[in-house]
Structure formats: structure tokens, C-alpha cells
């Protein structure tokens, strides 16, 4: 008889003591009757947590998943219904500070665990439904896995940041790591198709992939193949460099270079840049090595058409200062923007390229130079860091995101300026970046972004692109006061505020559904048929959209519930490769391609969308839709719009956000009526 | 659960959740009296329900006592201090006995209920009542005096409370003249007693006809922050003694049924001391405590012993037998933040690593500066720990006074 026997080790020893006040917990919770229920939540929670941050904690949570959620840990919260629940919301909750929703989401992950391996039999999820969910959480977590706590996470989470980790140590060898790997890159692929300008995450989550690949000890069995394009657009897109050498190596190998081999590495960077929108930090070098040596090469480098092409040929000395300016391998993104912006022809209008010669000499108040290198480090000097936003905005004006910010009316802006009035917006980069402060008019009054004290976000964002970075506030703190100045006005501010916010062309004619005063619907029949008549173009005369138009949007979930309002613009309307007919619009959340419920789901890529545009058949479009703007002298012929166009898209909207909407009258008109 | 008809239909007075579910849970039927802001929760949540605001009792009072005589409530019970005149102004009409209602303003005003005991031949520290701070410099030096202190020797304190608030609610400590001057005008009547140098406890005794059913002893560890039940072998020696104790206290007090929450020292010549007493449950959360290591619902044994219809029978039947029948020691900590300026919550390490540690109920700070302490009062809250060991427990409630758990 061996002693080893009888000496359980320390932490299970632990682990059983604390399952046992966990069993308590959750009998007690059981118990309650559903009043005092809250009361025993919390130790449950807090118990739980303490589980979670043990060896095996996971693995006995897994087991008790159906106690846990029969005693109600989810009862009255997102979590009681897992059939809604979107995996994209997780790693907010799973960074949390607040040890309870770390939890919470933790123990519903495991749930969806039991759930998905046929242990527990839910009656409002399936089994695949839940491997479906839990495969795309761990995607877009996959940080979890394979990293230790960062800084900010151990300041704000401190012990807590366990929790997520040991949670997806434990998903991952339940499920496999070969699910994980297929799903996250079909979910890089679908955010690459929108060519946002922020792509660090993206980066990042690559360079996971790549390291996940080269591990031995992870068994990716047949996936991950589908990697390789992405990793290699990084790492080693060409010959010269497929072996990601370092950057010093592959800079001594240009210099031995003969004109075929460069030609083929400014083919081969090219081609990788423009099929995934990720520059390699390689390119950079191959460009400025270019500028110094052989400079017929640097349109292919850039890889453009014949537009730009011309457009460099125009802006030679422009594009040459921008590229020394601006394009480095720590800012190699600018190289994929300056590319874009030179296809747009935008430098042709007459302010643009003396605005960007300004930009080039712009000195940055310290304000500004702090925030950057606060929010980037100081890879790259402030000036080329702002640069890069630049020319990226410019090239691509859909790639816009307002981040983790209630600001989606200034990314919209942003936006706005950087598609139709980009000399405008050199002039707000300007200010902001310089001066620190942006006056704007307001009815003729001036607003400066220093009198107003507050926007309508409460503290500096920071996961923004530069151009966002610097601007933003001033905008937001402008578009509040706005806000304010039409306190007391009858009616929805944004009747005044978008066309004053935004530029002149945002249409003076307005349209809204929703009464202010009730949140009911109001003259749902008048809104749309006008919307048909000015945007449709069946109805409009066939007239294309000619400015970009703000418009307000009813944001809801993927069982259709109603979540918010929600700023986007109208880019154009016109029938899809399928001869449907299309609303084109830009959406200034990072990610377009949502679900929005009752089979709305927003497409991004294989509708006719160009870089960033989000589209939805027009019906499905109008039925979000309850703020627009015309101009009442292009509207088209109110009567041509048939009747049975319109019912289609109530259907969409009583389904949804509309639901609960509809006013006590309109009721009785759409009984039927009594004989 | 089921109700029995042929049992009592008791009436809580005052908000309590605990109490509700311990209601819910027992074979009783029940209905609460509470302020108007409970109705809507109540209707929610199909709880039975009266409203009533606990003012001061005016010429209106009896209106309450006759609702629930309506009803065919039998009686009503006290959840909190405020309302312990009221459940003696309502039972004395339920139960038709004029005498209960005298009974409880004795045990709402501290002065009154010392004379009351001292009558009862029980031993109490010396007391005063003050109306100003005069009063309270006055009784500062007499009591050094007669300790025979020479000017410049370190005071022995004074301890001021309320006359009618619960326990540790406005208690201060009074050592030198100068520290009069920081008690503010309107708590004034204060009552003014000496410092007793001892172990001070608290007992939960439920009472059935005269008689005590079950007896607990509380230790606190230090007063104001901790406390663990049963009591450690030590103190529970004193158990006869106490007993005694709190049968006098019955019988100064004319009890006959119900929960009293007394308070003692005992000095270091064993020698017992009343501090006061309480005709409803104890605050800190000892009722948790009890139902932790005893497994019965202490709220359900007050309904019990207040309940006319009762059997002796039943009410043996209920109770577990003293010290004996516990799983264990059950204590808990009132936190208070120790830093001036704190940011959140973190419960230290080695508290929550502890195999004693059982759960907390802190949230997070609500404000950033904390607000300077004058008297004892309201911990942030609670943590629980359960353990084998008396001594142990005591000595981790203890050490928890030196650790931060807000930062």
C-alpha cells in the first residue's frame, strides 16, 4: 500500500471545497422563491467565480450547467435566452471589470458547452446551434488562448483575467482547435471584405493563426489551410521575402536586385495588398527603396490602374513627399491608402492637393502629438502616424469606424467628408490637429468644440484611426451642442442638426416616423412613399442618388427586438446583380454584416457592394429605416408608388422594432371593419 | 408551501426579504405591514400585503390594528426597532392585553429599560441621560472620579447611544472634553454609560410561554465588526450563568412570548452586566449565521414562538438542542474602508483563499471619498466565513480588521 494514495493535491482538495459551497449556492438560489431570488444571486456568482479560477473549475461547472441555469443564475437577464445571444458581444463581457458578467458569460459559455455535447438537452437551443455559437465566440476570443493577461487587462481585471482563459483552455479541448481555426478565418476574410482602415485586431488575430500553425504540440488537423493567403500577405507575400527574414535582411537583398526581380516584388506585394487589403511591412521598404533608385516602379509597387496611374504621374512630387512622409513599415497601411486615394482621382480637385501639402507640413499641437503616441506608442512619429490616417481615410472613406463609442454620428461625418468633400475634411484634420479646437456653424451661430463642455460620449476614445482620434471629440462635443440648441424645438433635432453637421447637401426636406412625444409610429404610409419617391428609382424619375445622405436607422437584434438608434448613410439605390433592387449604405459600426432579425440580414460582399458598403433589399432597408432627409424639390411622383411595395415593407416593420409601436388608431384602421 | 388554517396568521412588520421568504417557505399564513413604496413589488411578486407607514403612533394607530383584526390576523411581530412600539400597540389589541403595549415601550427607550432591570435586581454599568453636551462632560469626570484618576491620567471612556435606534446606530465613544464638542446638537437626549472593561455577547433567546425554547450566545470579536455563533468553549462555560441571567431579564420584563436580543459583559471576576436589550431580530445578520451551522430558519422560529395557537409540542419539536446540534462555527465581518479615497472593490487574497471563507456581500463603491466615521454604524457590508474551530474563526475575523478590501 503506497501513502500517495491518501494525499489528494492541494488545489483539487480546494476545488471540492469550494464545489461544495457552490452546491450550496445554487441550492439556496433553487429554493428562493422568484422575489428573493437577486438576493441569492450573487453568491452564487461569487462562488462560482472563485470555482472558475481553479484548476478543472471549468470542467465542473460543465457538469453542473443545468443546475445552475434551472436555479435561475439567468433568469431576467440576455443570458436566459441563449438563442439570441451574438457571439461578437463576448470579449467586452469577458474583459470586463465587473467580476459578475465576466462570470455570467463564462457560465453561459459552459451551458452552451453542455448544451452542444448533448448533455443537456435545452428547449431553446439546439445542439448545433450552440456548437455553432461557441465555435465563433472562441474565434473571435481566440487572444485567449494564446495569450497571458496584458497590462490593461491585469489593471482592470487583475486575478479575474484567469477566468476567460482557463474557460477557453477548456472550450478549446472540448470542441477541438481545428473548429476555431476554419471559422476565424472565414470571419477575417468577411471583415476584409469591408476594408476597414483599422486593422491591428485583424493582425493580430492572423498572427495567432500563424503562430497556432507553427506549434507542435497544437493538432490543427486539415484546417487552417485557407490561412495561408493571410499569413503569407503579412509575412512574406513575395519571393524575396517568403521566409519573413527581418526587415534589415530583406533591405540588403533589394540592393543586389536586377530590374525583373523587382518588377516581380512589386507585382508579388502588390497583388497580395490589393486581395486582402493588409500591407506587409516588407512593402514599405520595397517602396522607399524604389523612390530612391528606380521610380518607374512605384506604380506597380502601389499596384495601380491606369486612373491612378495617371493620377501619380499628375501628383509625382506630391505622391513621392507623401510616401517619405508617411509610408514606413510601422505605418505600411498608408501605403494600401495612398494606392485607393490615388485610384479616386480625388487629388484632381482643385484644394485637395495644396490641402495635402499642408497636411505634409503640419505641426501638431503636443496635445495632439500625446494622444497619438498614447494610443500607438512611438513606432512611428506622430506627424507620419497622422498621415497614414490620412491618406487611409481618404483612400478608404467606408473603412471608418466609430469603435467602442456612442460617436457614430461624427465617424459618420468623418465619413461623409473624406467620400464627397475631402478637401473639408483636411480642413477639420487641420484644425483639430493644430489648433485644438474646430469652430462649426450653427444657424449662423458659431460653435467652437472648446466652449462645449460636453459631447455625448464621456471620456476619450482611443481604439480609433488617427484621423478619428484627433477629430472626433471636437465633433462630438459640436454635434451635442447642436443638440442642445434645439432643446425645445417640437419635433426630432436631427431635422436641423444633420444638415448643419454635415454639409449642405444633406437634403432640408425630413421625414420621420416616430412621434418624439409617444415613441409610436406616426404617418408610417406618409414616410415611406415619400422615401420611395425620392430614392427609388422607379419612382424617382430613375434618378441616382447624387450626394450621400444621412439617415437614421432603428437598430435591432437577431430576433428583430428593437436595440437603439443608429446613424448610417445612403450611398446609392440600384438593383443588384439579382435585379434586386438595392440600398446601398455605410454603417459607421466596425462590423456591417449584422443580423437584424425576421431574415434581415445585412450583406457586405456578393450583392454588387463596393469596399465597406453595407446593403439590403430596399424593402427590408425601409422597414429599419424612421429618419430621412430629401430635397422637396427632386421628389419624385408620390403616386406612382404601388401600394403593395409598401405593405411588404410594413410587414418587415410591424415584425420588428414596429411592433410594439403601433399607435391605439392605426390599429382600428387596419381592422377589418365590422358588418 | 401549504398554508395550515388551523394554525396562526402572523403579520410582519416592516420590509424585510429575508423575513418574506422565510414566511413564503413556512406552512403560516402571513401578511406584511410595510410602507406604500412595497406595493407595487408585492403585487408583482403575489406577496400578501397591507400598507402602512410607521411614523410616530398618533391617534390613527388603532386604524392598523383593526385592519388585521379583520383579517383574522393573530399577531403581529417587530422586524425592526422602529416598529417594536407598534407590534406591542397592535398586539395588545389582537391579543386583547393592555399590558403588552406598556411592555414594549419599555424595551424601546435604553433609559427606561436599565431602570427596569436594575429593579429586576439585575447588575447594570452606570448610566445617565444627557440633554447637552454639559450633561455629557459632567458625567465624563464623575465617572473618572470615582475610578479615582489624577488630572493627566488617560480617561477611562463613556459610551453614548440613542435612546430608541438599533444597536450600533450613533454609539460613540467618548474619552476627553474635547471630543464632546464633535457630537452634533440633534442627537441629543443621549444616554450616557460607563466603559466596562470585558467580553461583551449578545444572546437570541425565543421564548414560549414563559420559557426559554432556545438559547444562543453570540461573540462578538470586536464590536461593530464581527461576530460568530455558537459562541468558543469559553464563553459557552457561562452558559448556566447566562441562562439565569436572562431568565430575571423575563421576569423583570414580564415576557411571556416572542424574541429578545439582550446584550452583557462579563468582567474578568465572571461577574455579568446588562447592556440592553431588544424585542426583535438581531442585526448583523445573525439569524444567516444561526440557520448556517443549526439549519433551521430563525425568522420561521420567531413566527413560531409568537404564534397563540402554538403547541408546546411543536415548538420542542422545532428547535435543535443548543451547542451540540451546530455543524460548526458560523461568523461574519462588517467592512469598513480603511483608506480615505478608494477606487473598487477587492476582496484580498488571502481572505478569499481561506478554506473558512464562504461568500461576501460587498458591491462596489458607490462614491470615490469615503466619509469620515463619527460613530459606530453602517459597515459597506458583510463577508461570511464557516469553520470547524472556534478559535480559528475568531482569530481570522480578527486579522480581517487589518486588511484593505477596498482600494
Not at chain 1, 460 to 478: A, K, N, Y
Not at chain 1, 527 to 533: D, V
Not at chain 2, 19 to 47: L, S
Request: aromatic share 10%; net charge negative.
Amino acid at each position: 500500500m503506497t501513502t500517495d494514495n491518501s494525499i489528494s493535491p492541494p488545489s483539487n482538495e480546494k476545488l471540492t471545497g469550494l464545489l461544495a459551497k457552490l452546491d450550496d449556492a445554487v441550492r439556496l438560489l433553487l429554493q428562493a422563491p422568484a422575489f428573493s431570488k437577486p438576493g441569492k444571486l450573487p453568491r452564487v456568482l461569487d462562488t462560482a467565480r472563485r470555482v472558475l479560477l481553479q484548476e478543472g473549475g471549468a470542467a465542473a461547472i460543465e457538469q453542473r450547467a443545468q443546475a445552475l441555469e434551472a436555479a435561475g443564475v439567468f433568469a431576467g437577464s440576455d443570458w436566459e435566452t441563449p438563442q439570441y445571444l451574438v457571439p461578437s458581444l463576448t470579449p467586452h463581457a469577458l474583459k470586463s471589470a465587473d467580476p459578475n458578467v465576466v462570470v455570467i458569460e463564462s457560465l453561459s459559455e459552459l451551458r452552451l458547452l453542455a448544451v452542444s455535447k448533448g448533455e443537456y438537452i435545452h428547449d431553446q437551443i439546439s445542439a448545433e446551434h450552440a456548437h455553432h455559437y461557441l465555435t465563433q465566440t472562441m474565434a473571435i476570443n481566440l487572444w485567449l488562448l494564446f495569450s497571458t493577461p496584458s497590462e490593461a487587462e491585469r489593471e482592470t481585471q487583475g486575478r479575474l483575467a484567469m477566468i476567460p482563459r482557463h474557460l477557453f483552455q477548456h472550450l478549446a479541448e472540448r470542441i477541438g482547435y481545428e473548429h476555431v481555426i476554419d471559422q476565424l478565418i472565414e470571419e477575417i476574410w468577411r471583415i476584409l471584405k469591408q476594408r476597414p482602415i483599422q486593422v491591428d485586431s485583424i493582425k493580430q488575430m492572423i498572427m495567432q493563426i500563424a503562430l497556432c500553425q507553427a506549434n507542435p504540440e497544437i493538432d490543427l488537423g486539415s484546417s487552417g489551410q485557407g490561412a495561408d493567403r493571410l499569413v503569407s500577405s503579412l509575412f512574406g507575400p513575395t519571393q524575396a521575402c517568403r521566409e519573413d527574414p527581418g526587415l534589415d535582411v530583406y533591405r540588403e537583398r533589394l540592393d543586389h536586385m536586377d530590374q525583373a526581380s523587382l518588377q516581380a516584388e512589386a507585382t508579388g506585394f502588390a497583388r497580395a495588398m490589393h486581395d486582402t487589403g493588409l500591407v506587409s511591412p516588407y512593402h514599405p521598404v520595397l517602396l522607399r527603396h524604389l523612390l530612391e533608385e528606380n521610380d518607374n516602379l512605384v506604380a506597380e509597387t502601389l499596384g495601380l490602374s491606369s486612373t491612378g496611374r495617371d493620377c501619380l504621374m499628375c501628383y509625382r512630387e506630391l505622391v513621392h513627399a507623401l510616401i517619405r512622409g508617411g509610408v514606413y513599415p510601422a505605418t505600411s497601411q498608408a501605403l494600401y491608402g495612398l494606392s485607393l486615394m490615388l485610384e479616386r482621382g480625388i487629388l484632381y480637385q482643385p484644394p485637395v492637393a495644396p490641402a495635402m501639402w499642408r497636411q505634409l507640413g503640419l505641426v501638431l499641437s503636443e496635445w495632439s502629438e500625446a494622444r497619438l503616441t498614447l494610443t500607438y506608442g512611438d513606432t512611428a512619429s506622430p506627424r507620419a502616424r497622422l498621415l497614414e490616417g490620412v491618406v487611409c481615410m481618404l483612400g478608404m472613406p467606408l473603412g471608418v469606424g466609430q469603435g467602442n463609442n456612442p460617436t457614430c454620428q461624427s465617424a459618420r461625418a468623418l465619413s461623409m467628408w473624406a467620400y464627397n468633400d475631402p478637401d473639408y475634411l483636411l480642413q477639420m484634420v487641420a484644425w483639430a490637429a493644430r489648433d485644438d479646437e474646430i469652430i462649426m456653424h450653427f444657424e449662423g451661430q458659431p460653435i467652437s468644440s472648446m466652449a462645449s463642455l460636453s459631447g455625448v460620449a464621456t471620456e476619450l476614445p482611443m481604439d480609433l484611426d488617427p484621423v478619428s482620434l484627433l477629430v472626433v471629440p471636437h465633433l462630438d462635443r459640436i454635434y451635442a451642442e447642436m443638440g442642445r440648441r434645439c432643446v425645445g424645438r417640437e419635433g426630432d433635432p436631427h431635422r436641423w442638426v444633420n444638415p448643419e453637421f454635415h454639409g449642405w447637401w444633406s437634403g432640408r426636406g425630413f421625414r420621420i416616423n416616430v412621434d418624439v412625444a409617444t415613441g409610436n409610429l406616426f404617418e408610417v404610409d406618409d414616410f415611406l412613399r415619400h422615401f420611395y419617391a425620392s430614392y427609388h428609382p422607379y419612382y424617382n424619375g430613375n434618378q441616382p442618388l447624387i450626394h450621400p445622405q444621412p439617415a437614421g436607422i432603428a437598430f435591432t437584434d437577431s430576433a428583430a427586438r428593437f436595440i437603439g438608434w443608429h446613424a448610417i448613410t445612403i450611398l446609392r439605390i440600384t438593383l443588384d446583380p439579382r435585379d434586386v433592387m438595392r440600398v446601398y449604405f455605410y454603417n459607421p459600426n466596425n462590423d456591417s454584416g449584422q443580423d437584424w432579425g425576421d431574415e434581415v440580414k445585412v450583406s457586405t460582399a456578393g450583392s454588387g457592394e463596393r469596399f465597406g458598403e453595407a446593403s439590403l433589399p430596399i424593402e427590408q432597408f425601409a422597414s429599419r429605416l424612421y429618419i430621412f432627409h430629401y430635397d422637396p424639390l427632386e421628389r419624385g411622383d408620390l403616386s406612382k408608388v404601388p401600394d403593395t411595395e409598401l405593405e411588404s415593407v410594413k410587414g418587415y416593420l410591424f415584425r420588428s422594432w414596429g411592433a410594439s409601436r403601433i399607435p391605439p388608431t392605426d390599429l382600428q384602421a387596419t381592422q377589418a371593419p365590422v358588418k | 408551501m401549504q398554508k395550515d388554517p388551523n394554525k396562526g396568521y402572523i403579520a410582519l412588520l416592516g420590509w424585510s426579504l429575508n423575513a418574506i421568504e422565510a414566511a413564503e417557505n413556512f406552512d403560516r399564513r402571513y401578511i406584511v405591514v410595510a410602507p406604500d413604496w412595497a406595493e407595487d413589488y408585492c403585487q408583482k411578486h403575489d406577496i400578501p400585503y397591507v400598507p402602512w407607514n410607521f411614523e410616530r403612533l398618533n391617534d390613527r394607530s388603532i386604524e392598523i390594528a383593526e385592519t388585521l383584526k379583520e383579517k383574522g390576523v393573530d399577531v403581529a411581530i417587530p422586524l425592526y426597532e422602529e416598529t417594536v412600539e407598534w407590534a406591542g400597540a397592535i398586539n395588545s389589541v389582537l391579543l386583547d392585553n393592555p399590558r403588552i403595549y406598556g411592555q414594549s415601550l419599555l424595551l424601546r427607550d435604553k433609559a427606561l429599560m436599565k431602570r427596569r432591570a436594575q429593579l429586576g435586581g439585575i447588575r447594570v454599568g452606570i448610566f445617565e441621560e444627557a440633554h447637552d453636551k454639559e450633561d455629557v462632560v459632567r458625567f465624563l469626570k464623575r465617572v473618572n472620579q470615582t475610578l479615582l484618576k489624577l488630572d493627566g491620567d488617560p480617561n477611562d471612556p463613556i459610551h453614548l447611544k440613542a435612546f430608541d435606534k438599533a444597536g450600533c446606530l450613533g454609539h460613540r465613544v467618548i474619552r476627553t472634553p474635547d471630543e464632546v464638542d464633535t457630537i452634533p446638537d440633534e442627537e441629543f437626549p443621549v444616554l450616557m454609560e460607563s466603559h466596562l472593561d470585558g467580553w461583551e455577547f449578545a444572546v437570541e433567546a425565543w421564548i414560549h410561554k414563559g420559557k426559554i425554547v432556545f438559547l444562543n450566545i453570540s461573540e462578538y470579536v470586536t464590536l461593530g465588526y464581527s461576530v460568530f455563533v455558537p459562541a468558543s468553549p469559553e464563553l459557552e462555560k457561562y452558559r448556566e450563568q447566562i441562562t439565569q441571567q436572562i431568565e430575571k431579564l423575563i421576569k423583570a420584563f414580564d415576557i411571556e412570548f416572542g424574541l429578545i436580543h439582550p446584550e452583557y459583559f462579563v468582567t474578568s471576576d465572571g461577574e455579568m452586566y446588562f447592556g440592553e436589550v431588544a424585542y426583535r431580530p438581531p442585526g448583523f445578520k445573525v439569524f444567516e449565521l444561526l440557520e448556517k451551522v443549526y439549519g433551521f430558519n430563525a425568522y420561521q422560529a420567531t413566527m413560531l414562538v409568537f404564534d397563540p395557537k402554538s403547541t408546546s409540542e411543536e415548538v420542542a419539536a422545532f428547535f435543535p438542542k443548543e451547542v451540540v446540534d451546530a455543524d460548526g462555527f458560523a461568523g461574519c465581518f462588517g467592512v469598513y474602508p480603511r483608506r480615505r479615497v478608494v477606487s473598487r472593490l477587492e476582496i484580498p487574497e488571502e481572505t478569499e483563499d481561506h478554506p473558512y471563507f464562504e461568500s461576501h456581500e460587498l458591491t462596489a463603491p458607490m462614491e470615490e471619498t469615503v466619509t469620515k466615521r463619527t460613530a459606530f454604524g453602517t459597515h459597506w457590508g458583510l463577508i461570511y466565513f464557516k469553520g470547524d474551530d472556534a478559535h480559528t474563526l475568531r482569530d481570522l475575523l480578527k486579522h480581517q480588521e487589518e486588511l484593505d478590501f477596498y482600494v
